[in-house]
C-alpha cells in the first residue's frame, strides 16, 4: 500500500520523514515505551507506562495527531502516567525541563566500600551540600561517568 504523502498536513516532514525532528522523536518515543534493550525504557516502558497503539504502528498517524500543536525544540510528555501516551494525553515540554523532573528524584552518595555516606532528595541537594556540579553527579548517577569529585553517588531507592 503506498501513501500519498502530499496531502497530508505538513508533509515536507513526511517525505523527509526519516531526517525530520518529529519522526526522530517519534523513533525515541517508541524506544522508551517499545523497546526493553533501550536505556531509556527503564524509565517509561518497564514502569508499565505505554503508548497509544495507533502511535506505536505509525509515524503518520502521529503526526496527524500532533501537528497542529507541534513546536520545533520541543518534546512531548504525558500529563497523566496511568493513562497511555495518546493525542488527548499528551503536553509540550522544553527538553531541559524534562530533564530537570529527572533532578528531583533521591540519591545517596557512597564510601569506596559501598557504605552509605548521605543521602539527598536531589541532584541539586547533593550538589549544594558537596559542591559538586550537578551535572557530574548526574552522570554517575546514569552510570556515564564512575566518580566525581571523588566521590561516588547512585539512585536511592527506599
Not at 523513533?27 to 516502558?45: A, H, I, T, W
Not at 500532533?66 to 522544553?94: A, C
Amino acid at each position: 500500500m503506498s501513501i500519498n504523502f502530499d496531502n497530508l498536513k505538513g508533509s515536507e516532514h513526511l517525505t523527509k520523514r526519516y531526517s525530520s525532528s518529529p519522526y526522530v522523536l517519534w523513533k525515541r518515543l517508541k524506544r522508551c515505551y517499545e523497546m526493553p534493550f533501550s536505556p531509556e525504557y527503564q524509565n517509561y516502558g518497564a514502569k508499565g507506562f505505554t503508548m497509544c497503539e495507533q502511535w506505536s504502528e505509525s509515524f503518520v498517524t502521529f503526526w496527524n495527531d500532533i501537528h497542529d500543536s507541534y513546536v520545533q525544540g520541543m518534546t512531548i510528555t504525558v500529563k497523566d502516567r496511568s493513562l497511555p501516551l495518546s493525542k488527548r494525553n499528551v503536553q509540550w515540554i522544553e527538553p531541559h525541563k524534562l530533564q530537570a523532573s529527572h533532578i528531583c528524584k533521591p540519591i545517596a552518595q557512597i564510601c569506596s566500600d559501598g557504605l552509605v555516606i548521605a543521602t539527598y532528595p536531589s541532584i541539586r541537594a547533593a550538589s549544594r551540600a558537596t559542591g559538586i556540579h550537578e551535572a557530574s553527579i548526574a552522570k554517575v548517577v546514569r552510570g556515564t561517568l564512575n566518580i566525581t569529585g571523588g566521590k561516588y553517588f547512585a539512585k536511592f531507592y527506599t
